[in-house]
């Protein structure tokens, strides 16, 4: 029997009243158990409620009330604490919810790409670190990795956890070492906060309003917030136009048709195909692949004595990113997956001949660079003690038309779309209160050192402002040393993205940098020691966050310069018990150049005279500026007897260095 009309509208007009009738009191991932509370300040809590119910929170003797708002959130302000613990803390509402095993210390958030998310099994020393890791007041929350075009009010994930060597063995290793650092220092308990991800920019880590006052990032902020939904629909929506393509005739890879010659036969026909430099990634070289992820085919020609023939033969691909399949003479060999792993495939002595050889390889690039990277070394052909060098000049072609394929929404994935992973990790984390910030970050801006200046103190500014705390302290790894250098005097990128980071250090007050340039691996942009970054960055904590002034925390920072006719003094804060020269393995004791008036820089020799440096170089008469390990990976050689090594820095400003 049909239901009154009065009947029906009085149901339809309780149903959207119901469930708030009926919600319970609900906090933050982040406001748990096992959680470190923030000693000697205001704490402020915060959760979800029936819109105008009241809540209480009691926390060591104090009670503090606030009422839900409209939209159901509320947030109240316990007062400051000094450390200990364990502690209970009750939040009743028509509900109650009782918190045990909290802690009152110091709390870190911990943030970055790769080099701060690596984790403590993988460090060194890790294994034998992370079983010891028995340490109950030290507390741990990994923010899970989530991007978003708007910013969250919550988590998308996360517990605190005790340190122990389970949990510990997964958590940064970098975080993990500074916090047990500053937690035997002060003896107090520590909390830590990771959210990192790997290979992310720092401009994704930013807010909108602090982006939208920048005019490089102006418009792809406005153009974010110009699309519907979600970047989960609307990846959805691109992964549908993509399987569609794949399944059409133009998303076919061309060098494997049926019934036509496959692009690895040594007998094709190649005019046609361009060239590119190898190693090397595909999308800095040509404007045609710059954005392209997907397939494309290298070829290469070698030729080899008669005495090679029906030799078995090693080929040597370096790595390529992302997957390759491997061809000798039309014939395939070999096949592997892992941008980082490195190729080495054996060819059947059946298929070496002598005279003209050809290598093809296809290589799949999944996202980001694609192509063969690493050392020109690394990419041979040897043939019993005859090695051929294959590095330089390979031909190319994408396997496909690239403008037919659908273009990604977010072509560097939207974890580095402008503002996604503040949206997403940064912004469900405040108001809770920090000690200060630790960041390692920068390889991903690597070629954006001009904007990197701007952006970076931006990012600093906005994180105290979105935490409203103005002199919130903010520590930061300098990039360590990667990728090989030439050897004489050069400019690179990394070079001025570590002076963007210095100057960083050098004009917004409390922060502080780590040096690790001599912590680095010229072969892998993941050092695997940790434990030294740790340790610099709870140097540079004592002294910016905790106040202790006669700490050295750095190494030598270069302050001033004077010239007197063809030698420079050098002088230098932060020397501590005394300047250092180690030696640096490239046939001088300093990687200190200097240039005169021409801007043409070359080697110096450097000696300590007390507190200063002096340098002079041959052929320089009348010196004018200096560098210092300027480059990818230019040796560290000037410390203070604390063992703490110089930022690499210039005294100049002039253009990149023509080639001589």
Known sequence: MPLPSSFRLTALLLLPIMPAAQAMVRLPRLVSSHMVLQRNVPLPLWGWATPGEAVRVSFRGTTVQANAGPDGRWQLTLPARPAGGPFELEVKGQNVIKLTDVLVGDVWLASGQSNMEWPLREAAGGPAAAAAAHYPRIRLFNVPNRAEPRPQAELAGGEWRVCTPQSAADFSAVAYFFGLDLQRQYNVPVGLIAAEWGGTVAEAWTSAPTL????????????????????????????????????????????????????????????SWNTLQLPGLWESQTPELRDFDGVVWLRRELTLPASAANQPLTLSLAQVDDQDSTFFNGVAIGGTRGYDKLRRYTVPASLVRAGRNVVAVRVTDTGSGGGLWGKPENLTATVGSLTVPLAGSWQYRPAFDPSTRPRSPFPGGPQNEPTSLFNGMIAPLAPYALKGVIWYQGESNAG??????????????????????????????????????????????????????????????????????????????????????????????????????????????????????????????????????????????????????????????????????????????????????????????????????????????WPRQPAP
């Open 212 to 271: 939208q006052k920048l005019p490089d990032f102006q418009a792809s902020v406005a153009a974010l917030q110009r699309q519907p939904g979600s970047f989960t629909e609307q990846e959805a929506a691109y992964a549908a136009r993509l399987q569609a393509w794949q399944q059409s005739p133009a998303g076919q890879d061309q060098g494997l048709l049926p019934g036509q010659p496959s692009w690895a036969d040594p007998n094709l026909a190649t005019p």
């Open 448 to 653: 954006r050192d001009a904007q990197y200046r701007v952006l970076f103190p931006a990012l600093v500014q906005d994180w105290r402002t979105h935490w409203q705390q103005a002199a919130l302290p903010f520590l930061f790894v300098q990039l360590a040393g990667y990728m090989p250098d030439a050897p004489e005097p050069t400019d690179t990128d990394w070079a001025r993205l570590r002076e963007a980071q210095r100057l960083t250090s050098l004009r917004v007050p409390r922060t502080g940098m780590a040096v690790a340039l001599d912590l680095g691996n010229p072969d892998d942009i993941h050092p695997r020691n940790k434990q030294d970054v740790g340790h610099r960055l709870a140097l540079q904590a004592r002294r910016v966050a905790y106040g202790e002034t006669s700490v050295v925390a750095s190494g030598p920072t270069f302050e001033k310069l004077s010239a007197s006719g063809n030698r420079l003094t050098l002088s230098f804060g932060n020397v501590g018990g005394g300047l250092l020269l180690r030696p640096g393995g490239m046939g001088t004791l300093s990687s200190f150049a200097v240039a005169g008036p021409d801007g043409r820089f070359v080697w110096a020799q450097a000696e300590v005279e007390g507190t200063t440096l002096v340098l002079h170089a041959d052929g320089v008469a009348n010196p004018v500026a200096v560098r210092y390990a300027w480059g990818n990976n230019r040796p560290a050689t000037l410390y203070n007897k604390e063992g703490l090594p110089a930022s690499p820095f210039r005294s100049d400003d």
